[in-house]
């Protein structure tokens, strides 16, 4: 049972353009997202967070959107940079769940100059 | 991030040999856990520790143990290798309300 779900294994933006990635998650009990950043022969690092008592959370180029109702959250990048290309993981916790986090399948983001 | 490390970085081991993974922390934080990545699965969890001696076990623990003996050091274990555990491994720490902090990882080939 897939409970956090990223639909797109890959996408492909012009530099200069936004990139949107998708996320979608089935357990109404997650309260806390998360979106890490991953690099080829590195471990997943920390992008950015978003609780469930906002909807949107930005932090320079990348932003967060919260859709509760629709158990959806998106991160947009803009202006995209070449530098951005990795696979983007979205995560999920909940309360109480001693902050385990559940990770989806993945998106990677490739960013031509 | 050197708070966090593993070892080894590579391995290549024959199927039905035992593996030992390493993970090893100078933040002290609490909570440990073992990941595997697999291409169309994501990260997925083996087993995770909230405590020296407190294990338990994630969505794809059979085949596998740990141990916690110490607060910094966080082992799995393979006990009998077999090929659909060739993967990448990622060790992750944190502390609650935190998010993770990953360690660089260890890739696994079984043959």
């Known amino acids: 049972d897939q409970q956090v779900k990223q639909n797109s294994p890959s996408l492909s933006v012009q530099e200069g353009r936004i990139s949107i990635l998708n996320c979608d998650y089935t357990?109404?009990?997650?309260?806390?997202f998360l979106w890490y950043k991953k690099y080829p022969a590195e471990g997943p690092t920390f992008l950015i967070s978003i609780s469930s008592i906002k909807d949107k959370n930005e932090d320079g180029r990348f932003t967060v959107f919260l859709n509760k109702s629709a158990k959806h959250l998106s991160l947009h990048i803009v202006p995209s940079q070449p530098g951005d290309s990795a696979v983007y993981f979205c995560?999920?916790?909940?309360?109480?769940?001693?902050?385990?986090?559940?990770f989806g399948e993945g998106t990677q983001l490739t960013v031509n100059p | 991030d050197a708070g966090i490390t593993q070892s080894p970085r590579h391995k290549v081991t024959e199927t039905g040999t035992p593996v030992t993974l390493r993970c090893h922390q100078t933040e002290n934080h609490r909570y440990m856990y073992w990941y595997r990545q697999d291409p169309g699965h994501g990260l997925r969890l083996i087993h995770y520790?909230?405590?020296?001696?407190?294990?338990d076990k994630g969505e794809v623990s059979d085949g596998y143990s740990v141990s916690r003996s110490k607060t910094e050091d966080f082992l799995l274990t393979l006990e009998s290798a077999t090929s659909s555990q060739t993967s990448v491994y990622f060790c992750?720490?944190?502390?609650?309300?935190?998010?993770?902090?990953f360690g660089s990882g260890t890739r696994l080939t079984v043959v």
């Open positions: 992750a720490i944190s502390e609650i309300g935190d998010g993770y902090t």
């Open positions: 357990n109404s009990m997650f309260d806390y």
């Open positions: 995560a999920a916790s909940a309360r109480g769940s001693n902050s385990r986090l559940t």
């Open positions: 520790s909230y405590g020296v001696k407190d294990t």
